[in-house]
Nanobody
Framework: QVQLVESGGGLVQAGGSLRLSCVAS??????MGWYRQAPGKQRELVAS???????NYADSVKGRFTISRDNAKNTVLLQMNNLKPEDTAVYYC?????????????WGQGTQVVVSS
């Protein structure tokens, strides 16, 4: 059974930092990443990283957020610096497993990030 367990959300003032962590278990994952969903908006990609280390960031977080991954521990981290009120959202860990055809997509339960102005 695949599980994605997130931690690290919270309340922070604008300009502050938070680090999100996601530990995945139950499979191997080719791509891991983070999405976010603000109230009344669609879920959007924040950042993703492949098991080979290729990284993709949303334009809105480039230069402020850093994604990293420990393949041995199936862990993905999102370091968020210089946070802005518009970063307020529920952040979801995402992982894609190639162990099925087609590949399977898994989601964490979400962790709330609130950035106050």
């Amino acid at each position: 059974q695949v599980q994605l367990v997130e931690s690290g959300g919270g309340l922070v003032q604008a300009g502050g930092s938070l680090r999100l962590s996601c530990v995945a278990s139950g499979s191997i994952f080719s791509i891991m990443g983070w999405y976010r969903q603000a109230p009344g908006k669609q879920r959007e990609l924040v950042a993703s990283i492949t098991n080979g280390g290729s990284i993709n960031y949303a334009d809105s977080v480039k230069g402020r957020f850093t994604i990293s991954r420990d393949n041995a521990k199936n862990t993905v981290l999102l370091q968020m610096n210089n946070l802005k009120p518009e970063d307020t959202a529920v952040y979801y860990c995402n992982a894609i497993s190639p162990m099925t055809w087609p590949s399977s997509t898994y989601w964490g339960q979400g962790t709330q990030v609130v950035v106050s102005s």
